[in-house]
């Protein structure tokens, strides 16, 4: 049984990823930071156009930094050892989210290439199949979906609204 | 008196109400969908105008304002997804307090207080027109970078379980509203040479892929929860009309002060129902006696993001009516649809339209009544989607979260972005950062930088900002949120260790 003020393992998983977070952002709005110092000023106006964002880079980078500091004092050495495993069973236990961003990366990656019906079609099967108990009743729900949230509403948008969705090469 | 009841026979018509009819029910169901706006659908409505009469179109218009600005609720609280910007704050409390088994309820706190916000802010409307028009127009950039200022301590409101967090979420919403031209000389910034970048990433796009993508990965997560066939909520749904209504007038101060914050922010051009509704729910947390509750699904949540973001229909009119200047994208589409009909916008409007102007003040309340009729009647069959199994509605969303980024600018790199956006999205909330911080930095980040360089470039004298009485009223005012925050923090931080001393 964990005792009072000890953390448990989730969370100081939970605390390294964020640390690794607050690094992976210090490095990119450091680095804004020095794009935006790099933006010539105008000789129209007394701030340039990399003004405001040095001064958002500037202040995230310093809460980034107080950020790193607390987190390396609250996690302990030996967690660190740990993290890898606990971030595989952490993708194991959302394997469905892994697979609806995959299944949504493909969709929209795709939609310039075969059309907006033809793309919608194979996403709503292929993911409400995924989704969905296997049954026939499902099956058949899903069938029926895809082809109404595909071709029909490409129709709809096309004759009612005149918004025409991609329609492919 | 001849006037108004000229413009009162108009729009009491049976056929300009069966139109107004038509407008709430596609302004409800457009707001609904995530990704529709009500401006997308007032446009789509402005053509279908040209044929009738001024005043019957602009009524059936108003209809769909409002309509819309009540639809936003439904996907709000029954999924999590605001469905527009206007209701970011509703998913706060009425989403809680449906998947607590009260999704009747919420739907019907909003609606309530929706329609007494309409109300309350059409009642400001007829008697506060002229003046509060002439102060809003006053305002120079001093003053609004003052109140950007002020409306970005209500972070302090929204950042959950770390204030530390919800800094670096509103500071990354700030640091994504610089991408792409700068908002005084269009220069390019941050773009990589990408062109998906060059344009910056649209407000909507942002909100839809932080929101509604990683609400609907979240809905996932329960690998065998959705095999079983889960649905989005279970319990009794109970839609409890007359005691919600006694729910939300038992809230007379809360009712009262959000609507007022709608009702100014409305009349400020440039600002709107996406700031009025997160301010209102900030001072409603601010007052409360508990404002512990606030985020778990308290009502006085719900009551404070309606009635603030619905009372910003008629605070939108004041300066629309009163000057001629528009306050909202909305309002500039009502406008040219007046010009269309060669009515010029402007002071003589009131004086030269008398007729047409009392018509919108009555096609406001009607509009209102009927958005509320409608939903009681009909709110049974949008709490359906409560019941329908989370593998259906997951996938169905986010195409319709597909379709409506297209559809903003028929561009197909919007699409890339949303899902980008949405990956980070997922992975900010996984990692315990609060996300409505990072979408009030990015509705906030493009109004504080244009006001605050022009304001320099008008006089580069800092001291400005001290020296006008309404700018250093804001400034004085976002000092005092500030230290208000604090001693709430170090309140509760006491309150949680004296609970932990008895233990």
């Known amino acids: ?169 | 008196m001849d006037a108004f009841l000229l413009g009162a026979s108009e729009v009491l018509s049976l056929t300009t109400l069966a139109m107004m009819l038509a407008g709430a029910v596609a302004g409800i169901i457009a707001a609904a969908i995530p990704g529709f706006t009500v401006t997308m659908a007032i446009v789509l409505t402005l053509p279908l105008t040209f044929t009738m009469d001024p005043l019957q179109g602009i009524s059936v218009m108003l209809s769909v304002y409002v309509g819309g600005y009540t639809g936003g609720l439904i996907s709000a609280a029954l999924l999590g997804i605001p469905g527009t910007p206007s209701s970011v704050a509703t998913t706060f409390d009425a989403f809680p307090m449906a998947r607590n088994g009260e999704p009747g309820r919420a739907l019907s706190l909003g609606v309530w207080a929706s329609f007494f916000g309409t109300i309350i802010s059409t009642a400001v409307l007829i008697v506060a027109a002229p003046p509060l028009a002439v102060f809003a127009v006053r305002l120079g950039p001093w003053e609004y970078f003052s109140l950007i200022v002020f409306a970005l301590t209500i972070v302090a409101s929204l950042v959950g379980n770390s204030l530390q967090r919800g800094l670096i979420a509103a500071l990354i919403g700030l640091a994504i509203s610089t991408i792409g031209a700068d908002p005084i000389m269009g220069r390019p910034r941050f773009d990589m040479g990408w062109e998906l970048l060059a344009a910056g990433l649209p407000f909507l796009v942002v909100l839809i892929g932080i929101f509604a993508i990683s609400q609907l990965a979240s809905e996932v997560e329960d690998a065998e929860a959705i095999k079983r066939g889960e649905k989005l909520v279970d319990g009794e749904i109970e839609f409890e009309t007359w005691s919600v209504m006694r729910e939300v007038l038992m809230r007379p101060i809360n009712l009262i002060r959000s609507s007022m914050v709608g009702v100014a922010i409305g009349a400020l051009p440039g600002a709107g129902g996406s700031i009025a509704n997160l301010v209102a729910y900030d001072q409603a947390k601010r007052a409360s006696q508990s404002p512990e509750e606030f985020g778990k699904g308290t009502p006085d949540g719900v009551v404070a993001s309606e009635a603030g973001n619905s009372a910003t229909a008629g605070g939108g009119l004041i300066p629309l009516i009163s000057l001629g200047i528009p306050g909202s994208a909305v309002d500039a589409i009502l406008m040219a649809s007046l010009m269309v009909h060669g009515i010029s916008v402007g002071p003589r409007l009131i004086m030269d339209n008398a007729d047409l102007v009392y018509g919108m003040f009555l096609a406001m309340a009607v509009s209102s009544l009927m958005m509320l009729v409608l939903c009681v009647l009909s709110m049974r069959a949008f709490l359906r989607v409560a019941e329908v199994p989370k593998w259906v509605v997951v996938p169905v969303v986010l195409v319709c979260c597909v379709v409506g980024s297209f559809a903003l600018n028929n561009r197909v790199t919007d699409l890339y972005l949303l899902a980008g956006v949405g990956v980070l999205g997922y992975a900010l909330k996984a990692l315990d950062y609060p996300l409505a911080p990072l979408v009030l930095g990015v509705i906030l980040g493009p109004i504080a930088e244009t006001n605050l360089r022009r304001a320099l470039m008008t006089e580069p004298d800092w001291t400005l900002f001290l020296t006008r009485p309404v700018s250093l009223i804001f400034l004085v005012a976002a000092v005092l949120s500030v230290g208000w925050a604090i001693r709430g923090i170090l309140k509760s931080g006491k309150q949680s260790r004296n609970g932990k001393d008895p233990a």
């Open chain 1, 1 to 169: 049984m964990s005792q009072p003020g000890h953390q448990t393992q989730a969370q100081e998983s939970g605390e390294i990823a964020r640390l690794l977070s607050y690094v992976g952002l210090l490095a990119l709005s450091a680095g804004l930071f020095l794009e935006a110092w790099a933006i010539p000023t105008s000789r129209f106006e007394a701030l340039g156009a990399g003004a405001f964002p040095m001064l958002v880079h500037a202040c995230l980078s310093l809460l980034l930094v107080a950020s790193i500091a607390g987190s390396l004092r609250r996690i302990p050495i030996d967690a660190y050892g740990r993290f890898a495993g606990a971030a595989a069973a952490w993708a194991r236990e959302k394997r469905l989210v892994l697979v609806l961003f995959a299944c949504l990366a493909v969709y929209v990656g795709a939609m310039p290439l075969i059309g907006y019906p033809v793309a919608t079609l194979l996403f709503l099967i292929v993911l409400q199949i995924t989704l969905a108990p296997k049954t026939r009743a499902a099956l058949a729900v899903a069938l029926v979906l895809s082809l109404i949230f595909s071709f029909g509403l490409n129709w709809l948008f096309a004759e009612v609204f005149n918004v025409f969705l991609p329609r492919g090469r």
